[in-house]
């Protein structure tokens, strides 16, 4: 029987991060959606669900990200996200 790889959270998230940054479609993708399950955190942080009929992404935005936006998410908006 082979083994399977353990990989620990760091690995993945680096794994994950060169994905983003190197891949041509995820490096500049825009996703549509609902914004649900939105939390402002005391930390800046904006945490949110963008979902449509047929799936859902659980997001962050970072404090420095979040201090330039022109509005308030709120649940329930339509958004393009980056």
């Known amino acids: 029987m082979i083994e399977p790889k353990i990989f620990t959270v760091g690995q993945i998230n680096r794994y994950i991060r060169n994905l983003l940054e190197n891949d041509f479609i995820l490096s500049s993708l825009l996703v549509k959606g609902e914004i649900s399950n939105f939390k402002a955190h005391s930390s800046g942080h904006l945490y ?35």
């Not at 449509?52 to 393009?80: K, T, W």
Request: with cysteine; aromatic share 12%.
């Open 48 to 82: 949110f669900t963008l979902k449509d009929a047929s799936g859902a992404l659980s997001c962050v935005m970072f404090r420095q990200d979040a201090a330039g936006l022109p509005f308030e998410p709120e649940n329930g908006m339509q958004v393009v996200v980056y």
